[in-house]
């Protein structure tokens, strides 16, 4: 398997972890099991890529073809990081369009 399909699988695990724990702490911003984990699964994917922008160390040691401990763990962090912000944000997105339809 190659390293940057490890990587994505990391980061939407990761993501979707941290995805549902945010909806599960942040009870107001909750969207449910099923938009907790999408949102979580996207923003885990893409804090993840974040990361690797932001910090080439971890970038070239998960493309170089070896994933070592400190890649992996960068992965891990960048996406449930990632996934538990998105799913913050969409259940904030979600709120402010109910509040507004309210009215």
Same mark, same amino acid.
């Given at each position: *398997?190659?390293? &940057?399909? $490890?990587?994505? /699988?990391? =980061?939407?695990? &990761?993501?979707?972890?941290?995805?549902?724990?945010?909806?599960?702490?942040v009870k107001d911003y909750?969207? !449910?099991?099923?938009?907790? &984990?999408?949102?979580?699964?996207?923003?885990?994917? !893409?804090? +993840? =890529?974040?990361? =690797?922008?932001?910090?080439? @160390?971890?970038? !070239?040691? @998960?493309?170089?073809?070896?994933?070592? #401990?400190? %890649?992996? /763990?960068? =992965? $891990?962090?960048? !996406?449930?990081?990632? +996934?538990? $912000?998105? &799913?913050? #944000? @969409?259940?904030?997105?979600?709120? *402010? *369009? @109910?509040?507004?339809? %309210?009215?």
């Amino acid at each position: *398997m190659s390293s &940057t399909l $490890i990587t994505l /699988i990391i =980061q939407l695990v &990761t993501g979707v972890i941290g995805g549902n724990a945010a909806g599960s702490a942040v009870k107001d911003y909750n969207l !449910g099991g099923l938009g907790n &984990t999408i949102a979580g699964a996207v923003g885990g994917v !893409g804090g +993840g =890529q974040l990361l =690797q922008a932001l910090i080439p @160390a971890i970038a !070239g040691a @998960a493309g170089g073809g070896g994933l070592d #401990i400190g %890649a992996i /763990i960068g =992965q $891990i962090v960048g !996406g449930g990081a990632g +996934g538990a $912000i998105l &799913t913050i #944000i @969409a259940g904030l997105v979600k709120n *402010m *369009m @109910a509040s507004q339809q %309210a009215r």
